[in-house]
């Protein structure tokens, strides 16, 4: 097996080729706009936030497919949670991504990302969108990876 191919499973493939919770969201009342100079990725993640719950979630941009496949699978996991669910969230695919380890029962799909860990390069396009929606729940418009 190559490195590639540990890298892009089949899940980051479909997710990057197809992307959930992909558009626009009129009625959001969180945006935030994330930037990864380093390979070019650019997303904006919008929430409605309701009761303190993740009601919805959505994302436009570009990049490339790990980015894409992150936010996919990032509004996917967050949608119908509540806020305090989501910095958790966002510390075990970190930890998962930097080869710190996580419990895999904490991350459910997330942890296609675990292969992202043998390649630094690519570990801020797997936290791309979980920065930008940190952002856009801290009410801070645009973030940068640098
Ligand atoms: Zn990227």
Redesign the pocket.
């Given at each position: 097996m190559s490195e590639l191919d540990d890298l892009y499973q089949d899940t980051i493939l479909d997710h990057g080729r197809r992307p959930r919770n992909f558009g626009p969201l009129p009625d959001a009342t969180h945006e935030a706009e994330g930037y990864?100079p380093?390979?070019?990725?650019r997303f904006k993640v919008r929430l409605v936030v309701d009761e303190g719950v993740i009601r919805d979630a959505r994302f436009e941009g570009s990049?490339?497919a790990?980015?894409t496949a992150s936010a996919s699978l990032m509004t996917e996991a967050m949608k119908g949670r509540p806020i305090e669910a989501f910095s958790p969230a966002f510390e075990h695919v970190h930890d998962l991504v930097t080869g710190k380890g996580a419990e895999a029962s904490d991350l459910g799909k997330l942890v296609v990302f675990s292969g992202v860990a043998a390649f630094p390069m690519?570990v801020?396009?797997a936290t791309?969108a979980w920065h930008t929606c940190k952002a856009a729940l801290d009410g801070e418009e645009v973030v940068s990876t640098e």
């Open positions: 990864n380093l390979c070019g990725d990049g490339c790990i980015s690519r801020k396009c791309l």
